[in-house]
């Protein structure tokens, strides 16, 4: 029953970072048949398949597409392939020994021994639990995107009045997409004083059918014992704490959620791997390689993005990293890269100093910043000076290390991007 | 339809009566207003089998509690629920509050302790128990029989028991009436449906007191008594490993900070008396603000336990009897009648006692004394829990039934074919929470965000439903409506 195979690579998850990155692990040179993806779902594409609005694949693509559109090019793609796909199959453990577990109904239990792993779980929604809403737990408090997967997959209305919590990408899609189907959306609640989404979704998904966005609001309390019967939502100070007086009760039957999406690491934590605090996604160098030999990281499981098309981008490369670590390559010291004054995070957070090529840090901002400069440092060279006239912390950013510069860099030094008065 | 008796409310004192009962040649109903088992104080519990150290001595509460904690680990063991014998420690903070912590032990011991169950410890020893217990910890009171047992799958598994063995399960039987009538109580649901039976025993929590208000105007003063919890990733733990009490002062029994079976830490409960009204004793809602304090306090004893690791809050009622004890006695003027009234805290840790005490009353109100069942089985059939399973015993149950093989929960690790156990049990699941409680399958850190769907999608499939008939948790928590356009 305890079936052992063996397999080169094995990618973890089948979504837009999953097979991008066996695709381009096949095009770097490892044996299509030596490479397999284990997918949780019924079929490749992750989240994708839900996200059934348009605006993916601008950058990769030069056209617009909706989300199974941009899904079906790469699933095409893969079907052209020998590269191996088990669908339903949920991953239960990985080893230090890069040693995979998995479980489907066809197959039962799967023991996998790779020589390199590519993580692309994605990410997950954060849910009530995680806040401090007070009031009482009824049917109808949902996260954004369970959702958007009833009403896009399964074909049922989640709700009629709808509140929604939080300015996230899929809250604001969400809220377009309930009042296409009908229902009525009351108002946005931000606790933060600016959107985490996109500018051109606030835009094209509130502003374009008069949805209120209310920023520095929260939901206070959740009203009703079955069903959900109205929130409280209350303005919030610079702490973030409730400011008495301003609380408004407002009727409604769902309270959708889009407060923030958590990379799933779960796997991650298995083996130890160094974890970033700020992304809540493994340590990588430029390759996207975890601090475990062989194990990559790409996509949503790495860092959340904003644009399907960066994870594309970014999986290319953790296929490519794990094609060279399959063909021997190895790597020997590396410079850190951080962020400050103002930056939260940068990602990779290191580099190797043998790297031949230019390296795209990504990195964002903690609050918004209206014409400063982003200024890379290494050592007392400055690497890059450029003004910005917007910087948000719902935009990811990114910068372009010359492999030129590296090749000056020693392991003692560290690239540092910060935000500068312009 | 006559029963013999009448058992009112599926929490885990109603389910162990039941369970109890099922021992003999009786016709037994389990009636429950909600849509499943362990709805009400059950499912908001602490979990905690105290030793009985804190109750006031000669009191009924503690005279049950000390009995039910020893009887505990076997009833849990022969039901298959989770338990632990992880011990409970009271944290003194101050040489003054040792002093306490002197009175709790002299108190435990006139409850009927032994002294192998109860020791005053000092720092050194604490820490060494509990590496990350605060600095200013001075010493405790350790009690190494408390436990800590799975409230709301302990009442599940009696209740499994007793309907194996012949008790029948009415769910959604809210009991609005209550006549006695021609040797026969009247017992009508709001719904409409009537059964008769020639015993009650009222143990429906809260509302034990309003029924037999209700039924001849005995007056019992109990308050719906709110505490709320926040429960944390099992990944914290283990931040403790006992159960972590602070020395009780004038301001109150302080915050818990402790492990439940499956290693969620949780803090709490706050204590905050409602109106004895209908509002009161429905509402669970968390107030605004009230776990700020919760967690300050807690960070007194365990100064890492952080709201970060929250996956979830929630609040339950405790029926607290003024007179704070347990009151087990008949109705004043109908010996038929057994009412269970103030079955708050430690009556889970009572529960196994108090069902015992229970089984007694009836067979001592009956004329002729049941003969008991000659295949009396003391158990039910074993939940799988696939998540604790080792790689063997995972193959093996997968090459029974590939059911076993699809994992629906993610956080929780929980398969399809436990799910399809859970709903086709003995008074098994028929909506989105009782599926959790019996499984977990949305009990972890996405809180149902990934699981959520699937699982309705069993639910409809096993229970011939559309999915949007299926529910939260019964009554009107539709999850979703109709069709989209």
């Known amino acids: 029953m305890n079936e052992i195979l063996n397999y080169d690579l094995v990618v973890i998850g089948g979504g837009p970072a999953g097979m991008a990155a066996a695709l381009s692990a096949k095009d770097n040179g490892v044996p299509e048949e030596n490479i397999i993806v284990l997918e949780r779902d019924v079929r490749l594409g992750g989240i994708l398949e839900q996200c059934i609005h348009t605006g993916f694949g601008l950058t990769y693509f030069g056209e617009e597409l909706s989300g199974p559109e941009y899904a079906d090019r790469f699933v095409k793609l893969m079907d052209e392939t020998k590269i191996a796909v088990k669908l339903n199959t949920m991953v239960l453990n990985i080893t230090k020994e890069n040693q995979v577990i998995a479980t489907n109904k066809e197959d039962g239990l799967i023991t996998i021994n790779a020589k390199a792993i590519i993580l692309a779980m994605g990410c997950r929604e954060r849910p009530r639990g995680a806040l401090d809403i007070a009031g009482t737990r009824p049917a109808g408090v949902m996260s954004a995107g369970q959702a958007q997967k009833f009403v896009n997959i399964d074909g049922y209305m989640p709700g009629h009045e709808c509140v929604i919590l939080g300015s996230g990408d899929i809250g604001l899609i969400m809220a377009r997409r309930m009042t296409l189907e009908g229902a009525k959306v009351k108002v946005v609640c931000e606790v933060m004083p600016y959107s985490g989404g996109l500018q051109r979704n606030i835009v094209q998904c509130l502003d374009d059918f008069d949805i209120p966005l209310r920023l520095s609001c929260t939901v206070i309390k959740i009203h009703g014992l079955d069903r959900v019967e109205g929130v409280t939502i209350a303005n919030v100070d610079d702490k973030m704490l409730p400011i008495p007086g301003t609380e408004e009760y407002i009727p409604c039957d769902t309270v959708l959620l889009s407060v923030g999406l958590i990379p799933e690491n779960e796997l991650s934590k298995q083996i130890d791997l160094d974890m970033d605090m700020v992304t809540r996604g493994p340590k990588v160098d430029e390759m996207r390689e975890t601090s475990q030999p062989g194990v990559f990281a790409c996509g949503n499981v790495l860092q959340v993005h904003d644009l399907v098309d960066f994870v594309t981008q970014e999986s290319q490369i953790a296929g490519k990293g794990a094609a060279q670590y399959i063909s021997g390559l190895r790597h020997g010291d590396v410079i850190k890269t951080r962020g400050q004054n103002g930056v939260r995070y940068t990602v990779p957070q290191s580099i190797n100093l043998d790297e031949q090529e230019d390296v795209k840090i990504y990195f964002r901002v903690g609050s918004v910043y209206h014409d400063k400069r982003v200024v890379v440092t290494c050592g007392d060279k400055v690497l890059l000076n450029r003004k910005k006239i917007k910087l948000a912390p719902g935009e990811m950013e990114n910068v372009i290390i010359k492999a030129k510069d590296i090749a000056e860099m020693t392991k003692d030094q560290e690239i540092v991007i910060s935000i500068e008065e312009a | ?485």
């Open chain 2, 1 to 485: 339809m006559v029963y013999d008796i009448a058992v009112i409310g599926a929490g885990v004192v109603g389910t162990q009566i039941a369970r109890n009962l099922s021992k003999y040649d009786l016709k037994v109903a389990l009636l429950e207003k909600e849509s499943d088992i362990a709805s009400g104080t059950t499912k908001a519990n602490s979990g905690i089998v105290h030793a009985g150290f804190d109750c006031q001595t000669g009191t009924r509460m503690a005279e049950l509690n000390v009995k039910g904690c020893r009887m505990m680990e076997e009833v849990a063991t022969t039901l298959h629920v989770p338990y632990e014998k992880n011990g409970s420690l009271v944290v003194a903070f101050s040489e003054e509050e040792m002093a306490t912590i002197q009175d709790l032990y002299m108190r435990g011991i006139a409850n009927g302790l032994t002294k192998d169950e109860l020791k005053i410890i000092e720092r050194e020893e604490l820490v060494e128990m509990e590496p990350n217990i605060a600095d200013e910890a001075y010493g405790a009171l350790y009690a190494p029989t408390a436990g800590i047992v799975s409230p709301y799958e302990l009442a599940i598994a009696a209740a499994e028991c007793a309907i194996g063995n012949g008790v029948e399960f009415l769910r959604k039987f809210n009991v609005g009436g209550i006549v006695y009538e021609d040797g026969n109580f009247i017992l009508g649901a709001k719904d409409g449906r009537v059964i008769r039976a020639k015993i009650i025993v009222n143990s429906a929590g809260i509302f034990a007191s309003y029924l037999l208000e209700n039924f001849n105007g005995e007056k019992f003063k109990v308050i719906p008594r709110k505490g709320e919890y926040g429960l944390l990733d099992r990944s914290v733990y283990p931040l403790v490993t006992h159960t972590i009490f602070q020395c009780p002062t004038e301001m109150g029994k302080g915050i818990l900070v402790a492990p439940t079976t499956h290693h969620n830490i949780f803090v709490g409960p706050t204590s905050l008396d409602q109106n004895d009204n209908m509002e009161g004793k429905h509402d669970v809602s968390v107030r605004d603000g009230a776990l700020r304090t919760t967690y300050a306090e807690a960070q007194k004893s365990v100064p890492s336990v952080s709201p970060r690791d929250q996956i979830t809050s929630f609040a339950g009622l405790r029926a607290h009897w003024i007179e704070h004890d347990f009151y087990i006695a008949p109705a004043k003027t109908n010996k038929y009648m057994i009412n269970l009234i103030g079955i708050e805290s430690p009556g889970l840790a009572a529960s196994p006692a108090i069902a015992e005490c229970v089984e007694n009353m009836v067979l001592d109100t009956l004329d002729t004394k049941p003969a008991k069942k000659a295949e009396w089985n003391p158990s039910r059939k074993a939940p799988v829990f696939f998540r604790t399973m080792s790689p063997e015993e995972r193959a093996e149950l997968i090459a029974k039934d590939p059911a076993y093989s699809r994992i629906v929960c993610r956080c929780e690790t929980v398969t399809e074919g436990e799910i399809r156990d859970a709903i086709r049990a003995p008074g098994g699941a028929i909506d989105l929470d009782g599926v959790k409680r019996r499984t977990r399958a949305g009990m972890g850190r996405c809180q149902g965000g990934f699981c959520g769907s699937k699982v309705m999608e069993i639910l409809a499939e096993e229970l011939d439903q559309p999915i949007n008939e299926i529910t939260k948790f019964g009554r009107h928590s539709d999850i979703i409506y109709e069709r989209t356009k």
